[in-house]
C-alpha cells in the first residue's frame, strides 16, 4: 500500500512514520505539512491511505478529507489528532480510523493490522474479478450503433480498436473510421464486451486483440501500440497489476 502523512508538527510526523515502517509493509511516498499541497499531490497520484492531521494549516483536515471522498476513487483516511471532539463527523464522513495523540503503540498497531487485512482482501476481490472476466466466452459477438455523416452504423464491437474520453463525449476508433458519441466513457463501456476490451486509464479504453506493443514507460507504467494506428495508449499505474495478470506479463 502506498500512504502519504498530512502532520505539520515534526516530532508527531517522524513518532508515525517510526511505528508506520517498523510495523507494516506500507509504503511512505510523501510527507506533507499542509492541506492544499496535499489536495494537488493526490489529484495527480494513486494513494491507498492518507495519515491525516485534522489541525494543519491552509486547508484543515476536516474540510480536506471531505473534499477527497467527492473523489471518483479516494484513498482511505486514517485521522491522528488530539482533539476527541471531531470523531462524529470524522466517522459520518465513514474514515477508515481515528486515532488520538499522544500515540499509544498498541492502537498505531492495531490500526496498521487492519489496513493490512482490508489490503488483502481487496487484492483476493480484485483476483476474483479479473478471473470471472478471463473466463468468459472469448467468441462472444455484439454490436453498437454509431452516428457517422448522418447515418446510424452498426459496428461489430470486435472491430473497435479503442476509445477515448474527450471532455464530455466518447472517440471510438475503428481500423480506418472514427465516431463520436455523446456520452461518458464510463457510460459507453457497458456497451462493450469486457471479455476483450480493458480500461487501461480513466480516459482510454482498448481492444486487446488490437495490441501490437507494450512498451515500458515512466513509473513502472506502459504505453501501448495498436495494429495500423498511430496512436499511444497510456496504461496508469493503477491499472497496471490486473493489465499484467490480463496479458500474462
Known amino acids: 500500500m502506498k500512504s502519504i502523512i498530512v502532520e505539520d508538527e515534526f516530532p508527531a510526523r517522524e513518532e508515525l512514520k517510526y511505528f508506520i515502517k517498523n510495523f507494516s509493509d506500507i509504503e511512505i511516498v510523501s510527507e506533507f505539512d499542509n492541506g492544499i499541497d496535499v489536495l494537488k499531490f493526490i489529484q495527480e497520484n494513486n494513494i491507498d491511505v492518507i495519515f491525516l492531521d485534522i489541525n494543519i494549516p491552509l486547508l484543515d483536515g476536516m474540510l480536506l478529507a471531505k473534499t477527497i471522498k467527492n473523489f471518483k476513487v479516494s484513498p482511505k483516511i486514517v485521522f491522528i489528532t488530539a482533539y476527541k471532539e471531531h470523531a462524529v463527523d470524522a466517522f459520518e464522513l465513514e ?51 454509431l452516428w457517422k455523416n448522418e447515418k446510424l452504423m452498426v459496428i461489430n464491437t470486435k472491430d473497435i480498436y479503442y476509445c477515448e474520453a474527450r471532455e464530455r463525449e466518447t472517440y471510438v476508433f475503428t481500423k480506418y473510421d472514427e465516431y463520436i458519441v455523446k456520452c461518458s466513457l464510463t457510460e459507453f463501456e457497458k456497451n462493450l464486451p469486457d471479455n476483450i476490451f480493458f480500461k487501461t486509464h480513466r480516459s482510454y479504453i482498448v481492444n486487446i486483440n488490437k495490441i501490437n506493443e507494450i512498451i515500458p514507460w515512466f513509473n513502472n507504467t506502459y504505453n501501448l501500440k495498436l495494429k495500423y494506428k498511430k496512436c499511444d495508449i497510456p496504461v496508469s499505474r493503477s491499472k497496471i497489476k490486473n493489465f499484467r495478470k490480463l496479458m500474462h506479463i
Open 95 to 145: 474514515v477508515f480510523d481515528y486515532i488520538l495523540k499522544p500515540y499509544s503503540e498498541e492502537r498505531i498497531v492495531s490500526m496498521l493490522n487492519k489496513l493490512k487485512l482490508f489490503d488483502e482482501n481487496n487484492k483476493i476481490k480484485d483476483e476474483k474479478n479479473l478471473d470471472d472476466k478471463l473466463l468468459h466466452n472469448e467468441n462472444l459477438v455484439s454490436s453498437v450503433s
